[in-house]
């Protein structure tokens, strides 16, 4: 609540008051009558405790605070209102066109879009004079918007440590101001929650106890490892990139003039586009050694490039990379690609006319999904049947963060960034394999003890 800066994330384990601060932090400007904040969940039933311990607070604060609990707005004694509201679907943010608050709060920010996010952000904006505008934001690792809120707060700089980004605007008279604003994330543990751990003594032990993933990100923050998490068995370990044992991300060589190349490709004008190049060497162990990404600095969305545009830089790519020049390249894409559009030709024909070739893959998302898995299991030497050039950058930042759907759950959430995810799995099918035990797994079976010696210390205590 010290912070200063225009944006906060306060997140990581749980426990760490992450709420509490939210709804407090509300208060601060309660006394000038044109403050208006905005405290927000996902799903509005979500808000039913958040509000009732608003209550406790605010009753204790101002004891002329009246609450409307149909609309779940607070009123202060000065006129100033704090509203709870939900934002279930992308679309409701347009409810809020034209209002304008103060504050604004996302209460577990890794269950919205930054879609949703960075609207909010065009409302937080002055209603009256002298006021200070910022946001706030609270969450555990996990969830839909996971990936985006990790890239924005978790890893953009040191914790607590201001971190600058700027942003231009073209004034009416053509001239260029640049604009410099600021965030911060403060990570979240329970171990700073002194008085949590006195009234319930055994709130550790009992995170102590959960499955791995959930153990880790709840108890101590880890934003690598949580529930729902689809690629539990994904190993990114710089230590191994050379010797290639225990790790699927690799330092990147030179590719042997008779391996195959698989181009595959998922197709995205809105959406982005990924087209991958897998070498497969003599043990069918595939590579991904290259990556086109059609992607804005927004994730998830797409730079709207026309198909034509998108078939001239792959052949450029293919001509000038050492590793595809001159090779025997086989391109597999969504058959969606060669559904044609009105009376338009469909992607896959205008591509083909630009002299790029794809054949439809197959796309059957529960049996691909399982043989991404068979190739991600690590035999009793440490290898694995994927491994992934370490320049892949935007593979290493979208793969590790899918999550599952919540109404198909043996599904990734297709309303997540899953085009790269979509696009390999075209290439692992052409090249389907066998099950596979994943050893790693026998190696990290679960156990209520395994503890680090300073937590059990602690527990024991």
């Known amino acids: 609540m010290a912070r200063c800066e225009d944006e906060g994330f306060y997140g990581g384990a ?15 400007q309660v006394d000038k009558p044109w403050y208006r904040g905005l405290i927000l969940r996902k ?21 002329g605070v009246r609450y409307n609990a149909t609309s779940r707005v607070f009123t202060f004694p ?15 943010k347009e409810k809020y066109q034209g209002q304008q608050f103060e504050f604004i709060g996302f209460d577990e920010l890794t269950q919205f879009k930054q879609a949703e996010y960075e609207y909010l952000k065009s409302r937080n904006r002055a209603n009256g004079p002298g006021m200070r505008c910022y946001m706030r934001a609270t969450g555990n690792p996990g969830g839909i918007g996971h990936g985006w809120v990790k890239k924005y707060f978790v890893t953009a700089g040191e914790p607590n440590k201001t971190v600058w980004f700027k942003s231009q605007a073209v004034m009416p008279d053509g001239s ?42 709840l108890l101590y ?16 370990d710089p230590a191994h990139y050379r010797d290639r044992r225990w790790t699927h991300v690799i330092e990147p060589f030179r590719v042997p003039s008779h391996w195959l190349i698989i181009r595959s490709m998922d197709w995205g004008y809105v ?23 059609g992607c804005t600095k927004t994730p998830n969305t797409g730079v709207r490039m026309q198909a034509a545009q998108v078939a001239e830089n792959i052949k450029q790519i293919e001509r000038h990379d050492r590793n595809l ?93 899953d085009h790269i995810y979509d696009e390999s799995r075209y290439a692992i099918m052409h090249r389907c394999i066998s099950p596979r035990r994943n050893v790693m797994e026998d190696k990290q079976l679960f156990n209520p003890l395994d503890v680090n010696y300073d937590l059990m210390r602690y527990i024991m205590s």
């Not at 749980?14 to 601060?28: C, F, H």
């Open 14 to 28: 749980a426990g760490g008051g992450k709420s509490d601060m939210l709804i407090i932090e509300a208060l601060r």
């Open 43 to 63: 799903i509005i039933k979500e808000l039913t405790q958040l509000a009732e311990r608003a209550r406790l607070y605010y009753n204790a604060a101002y004891p």
């Open 78 to 92: 000065s006129g100033a209102t704090i509203t709870f509201d939900g934002l279930q679907y992308t679309k409701d």
């Open 176 to 217: 260029v101001v640049t604009f410099w604003s600021s965030k911060v994330f403060v990570p979240s543990l329970v171990f700073d929650n002194k008085i949590l751990l006195q009234n319930d003594p055994d709130y550790l032990k009992k995170l102590a106890s959960l499955n791995e993933a959930d153990r880790n990100a």
């Open 221 to 236: 923050g880890d934003w690598n490892s949580f529930s729902g998490q689809v690629f539990r068995e994904f190993v990114n």
């Open 271 to 293: 959406k982005p586009f990924s087209v991958g190049w897998h070498a497969v060497d003599e043990d069918g162990i595939f590579y991904r050694i290259r990556e086109y990404y």
């Open 325 to 417: 020049k001159g090779k025997r390249i086989i391109g597999v894409a969504d058959p969606a690609i060669f559904i044609e559009q009105g009376s338009g030709e469909s992607v896959g024909a205008l591509m083909e006319r630009h002299g790029v070739h794809f054949e439809e893959a197959d796309n059957a998302r529960m049996a691909g999904k399982m043989q991404y898995h068979y190739r991600l299991a690590f035999d009793e030497n440490g290898i694995p049947m994927y491994y992934v050039f370490k320049n892949c950058e935007s593979y290493l930042r979208t793969i590790p963060d899918l999550v599952y759907s919540e109404t198909n759950v043996e599904d990734v959430d297709t309303e997540g960034e």
